[in-house]
């Protein structure tokens, strides 16, 4: 499924026209961009959680030249999927 | 910040955001991951624009061991789901270190920096000596000052009369004479006892003359640089005790220091005599120093004692050194100045290139040092 499906189904359930739910859609996703920004944590029942992680500066190397890099401090969006969800997928075979 | 947030908490930020109704925000935000649910149920993947992909990937068997028991067991192969960000939402995220880049580390450190400099820090060495021994003569001069109560003519007499002693040859009998007749007008006068000591200071004054230039630099180390100047004046009185030859002046000197300290300890307080004394000391040797520096080219040098703490500069051969077997420059300079610190007058003098190898048979030059005024 991709975002045009998606966006289709959405407004398909919503009753409301793509372009007004891709809208919505976008300032859905600028809002869980700016909390995860924030490093808050992002508590979906029945889903899971996104929250954002800092990744620790590290040394990497290059084992074919040797060559060491210092790779920077990051913080990455996460997601943890809830047990609800994990379960169903679990045990659902193709 | 940390802050926990959950479907509602978003509703009403989606409702602000879109002028919409509570209600609807939330049951739009609720519809969204049904429906995020429900495709990953169809296609196994759903991608939003701006949020990422959702994937549900299989996971092969593996094993593992139970670590209460120890027992083999094996998790069977699973599907899970996993979230990709996107590139936007990364970005946004890592908004806070995004101007960091990787950076390659090199270590090619060498040590070819510490051996050219080993030279330089001998000479830096020496500077320093230098510099010390301005602090004494300043050292000695503020006591001179705190001593004396009407020096000012006595004083420039002084220097003149020493000046004198040292550009004519024989002139450890001048100051001696000299000495000998102010003690012989010595009387209990306190004046006398001050105009003693300012003859005895003044070889001090001609050191300074010397090297003026780095006095105010070490002003803020004066504690420091008195406790080094009281240990010099000590060496220096010992290595005088090492030659013969002076032992008859010294002695008359010694009396001399002796009815002043004398004179001194009925004036003044014990504080000021141990002062006093410590001037005497290095008062003595000064201007024996000077006169040995001056008569350099007639005495024969193996038995000149120069001082490492003051900087010369060469000038002419006084002889061409042929290097032997286990012959290191350090032994080369204490043979010919007693002083196996002024290595680096020969490394300069001969231009060696590397001084850490000496060949066998290599001529060396060795310069006259003299000291820098």
Redesign the interface.
Known sequence: ???K??VN??AQ??KQSTTEVN???????????D??????????????VFD?KLRR?R?SVNPKTG?????????????R?GSK??D???T?E? | ???????PD?SL??AK??N?SAAKAE???K???D??????????????????T?K?IDVASRGSVNINTGEKIEIKG????T?I?AE???D??????AM????????DYTDDVCDTNEPNDSVADENENVDEQTETAKVADTQETALADEPATQQHTAVDAETDSIDTVPPVNDSNEEKATVIAADTKDKADTEAKTNVVATPIDITKEQTPVRDDKKKKHTVIYSVSAVLIAAALFLLLFLLPKENNKRSTENVATATTKTVAATTKTVVEDTLKVQNETVDDTKPQEFILIDELKQIPLSQITLNDTLMYKSQGDMATHTVGVDETLTKIALKYYNDKKLWPYLVKHNDLGNHNQLEIGMKIRIPILIPVR
């Open positions: 499924m991709n975002n499906e998606f189904k959405l359930r919503c809208g919505n859609v976008e300032a859905f996703i600028n809002i869980i961009t909390r995860l920004k924030d490093s808050d944590q992002i508590n979906i029942s029945g889903f899971g954002a500066e040394l060559q060491r890099m210092l790779i920077p401090p990051k913080i990455v969006p996460a997601f999927p969800l994990k169903k997928f679990k659902s193709e | 910040m940390d802050a926990k947030l959950n479907i978003i930020l989606l955001q879109c919409i049951a739009f935000s519809l969204f991951f429906i995020i649910i429900e495709g990953l149920d169809k296609d196994g993947l759903v991608k939003i624009n701006g949020l990422g959702f549900i699973h599907r899970k789901i979230f960000p936007t939402l990364k946004k995220v890592n908004e806070a270190f960091f880049e990787p950076v390659e580390v090199t270590d």
